[in-house]
């Protein structure tokens, strides 16, 4: 459950596949072509992002491309846990 504001519900698959996008459109700026591809596959687990992030220690990565994901998913999510006014449980 995630609320922001005045703590108004919000829908944490919005917020799941909000993140995945952002993602993929930075691994495809930045020329991350394998892990872009990944992530936009991914797009469908928005609703189970727990799982997904459960299951990203046994998926086919490279070790950089894993590195990677994991730093800018801990740096986005703790960014986002960090802002007042928006929390999720």
């Given at each position: 459950?995630?609320a922001?504001?005045?703590?108004?519900?919000?829908?944490?698959?919005?917020?799941?596949?909000?993140?995945?996008?952002?993602l993929?459109?930075?691994?495809?700026?930045?020329?991350?072509?394998?892990?872009?591809?990944?992530?936009?596959?991914?797009?469908?687990?928005?609703?189970?992002?727990?799982?997904?992030?459960?299951?990203?220690?046994?998926v086919?990565?490279?070790?950089?491309?894993?590195?990677?994901?994991?730093?800018?998913?801990?740096?986005?999510?703790?960014?986002?846990?960090?802002?007042?006014?928006?929390?999720?449980?």
């Amino acid at each position: 459950m995630c609320a922001g504001g005045f703590h108004i519900p919000i829908d944490t698959t919005a917020i799941a596949q909000d993140l995945l996008i952002y993602l993929e459109n930075k691994y495809r700026s930045a020329g991350e072509v394998t892990l872009a591809d990944f992530v936009a596959k991914s797009f469908g687990r928005a609703s189970d992002f727990g799982d997904w992030l459960g299951a990203l220690d046994r998926v086919d990565l490279a070790p950089r491309g894993r590195a990677l994901l994991m730093q800018d998913l801990r740096m986005t999510l703790t960014s986002m846990s960090s802002t007042s006014g928006f929390a999720c449980t």
